[in-house]
Nanobody, 124 residues
Framework: QVQLVESGGGLVQAGGSLRLSCAASGLPFNNYAMGWFRQAPGKEREFVSTISWSGSSTFYAESVKGRFTISRDNAKNAIYLQMNSLKPEDTAVYYC?????????????????WGKGTTVTVSI
């Protein structure tokens, strides 16, 4: 059974930083692109970032470019999202996702697997 378990969310002041983690199990991790989505209260889920299976390619939503950094550790079956210069509009539930393909499917949110999410709240 595939499991994606997020951690690292919390409450932080605007301008602060958080590091999210996602631990994966039950899937051939090295064969999967991994990434993050988020859903703010009252809004639709949106793409945040993805990283290829090798880690050589990364992609970001325009709203987080230059502030967020995605990385992965294939030895630990884990990915991370370093979030700096956080803004109140980054407040959302952040979801880890996995899919073997890196393409338009990530913009559509058409993923094979999802985590249950971790909540990030950025206060003014």
């Amino acid at each position: 059974q595939v499991q994606l378990v997020e951690s690292g969310g919390g409450l932080v002041q605007a301008g602060g930083s958080l590091r999210l983690s996602c631990a994966a199990s039950g899937l051939p991790f090295n064969n999967y692109a991994m990434g993050w989505f988020r859903q703010a209260p009252g809004k639709e889920r949106e793409f945040v970032s993805t990283i290829s299976w090798s880690g050589s390619s990364t992609f970001y939503a325009e709203s987080v470019k230059g502030r967020f950094t995605i990385s992965r550790d294939n030895a630990k079956n884990a990915i991370y999202l370093q979030m700096n210069s956080l803004k109140p509009e980054d407040t959302a539930v952040y979801y880890c996702a996995a899919d073997p393909v890196v393409g338009p499917n990530w913009k559509r949110g058409d993923m094979d697997y999802w985590g249950k999410g971790t909540t990030v709240t950025v206060s003014i």
